[in-house]
């Protein structure tokens, strides 16, 4: 493939991994700093009736559908006295794999990728896990990559929480 493509994967490689030490160390701030002002993230509810001509998904229903502007106001609120429904915090421990490049358009290439979340709640005995396939591009901007699109493929139907209150 080439020096270039090396080069390319590794600096997707290394972007995913800051990214998941950001949100492991609830530096949110610096997490939405990856992303681009047109952000689309992106988590679609999976669907379980017989889906044989669609992917499984619904396009209609998501446990997350944000942009810039909606990312912005939940890093303000996990970061306010008030947010109660993150006190006391979620530990997270995200382990990335599996990252594939696809096509380069321009600025923007296409990468896929694999997660697990281990989500710690207060003394609970067991963490909740969560797995899922990441189809994103990033996207040059300002001179460095920047997450433009999210679409995060949960491997299970039911979250197991009351609601979803971590990024994938």
């Given at each position: 493939?080439?020096?270039?493509?090396?080069?390319?994967?590794?600096?997707?490689?290394?972007?995913?991994?800051?990214?998941?030490?950001?949100?492991?160390?609830?530096?949110?701030?610096?997490?939405?700093?990856?992303?681009?002002?047109?952000?689309?993230?992106?988590?679609?509810?999976?669907?379980?009736?017989d889906n044989r001509d669609g992917d499984g998904f619904s396009?209609?229903?998501?446990?997350?559908?944000?942009?810039?502007?909606?990312?912005?106001?939940?890093?303000?609120?996990?970061?306010?006295?008030?947010?109660?429904?993150?006190?006391?915090?979620?530990?997270?421990?995200?382990?990335?794999?599996?990252?594939?490049?696809?096509?380069?358009?321009?600025?923007?290439?296409?990468?896929?990728?694999?997660?697990?979340?281990?989500?710690?709640?207060?003394?609970?005995?067991?963490?909740?896990?969560?797995?899922?396939?990441?189809?994103?591009?990033?996207?040059?901007?300002?001179?460095?990559?920047?997450?433009?699109?999210?679409?995060?493929?949960?491997?299970?139907?039911?979250?197991?929480?009351?609601?979803?209150?971590?990024?994938?």
């Open positions: 493939m080439g020096d270039d493509f090396d080069a390319l994967e590794r600096a997707c490689a290394r972007f995913y991994y800051r990214e998941a030490e950001l949100l492991d160390r609830a530096e949110f701030p610096a997490w939405l700093a990856l992303m681009h002002p047109l952000i689309d993230y992106r988590v679609p509810v999976r669907t379980t009736r396009a209609r229903a998501f446990f997350m559908q944000e942009d810039h502007g909606s990312l912005s106001l939940r890093v303000q609120r996990l970061g306010s006295p008030y947010n109660w429904a993150e006190n006391p915090r979620t530990r997270t421990r995200r382990i990335v794999g599996n990252v594939r490049l696809g096509a380069q358009e321009g600025e923007d290439l296409r990468v896929d990728s694999n997660l697990v979340v281990f989500c710690h709640r207060a003394d609970a005995a067991a963490p909740l896990m969560l797995s899922c396939e990441r189809q994103d591009v990033l996207r040059r901007h300002e001179g460095r990559w920047t997450l433009a699109k999210r679409m995060a493929l949960l491997d299970s139907t039911v979250l197991g929480h009351e609601s979803l209150s971590v990024f994938l």
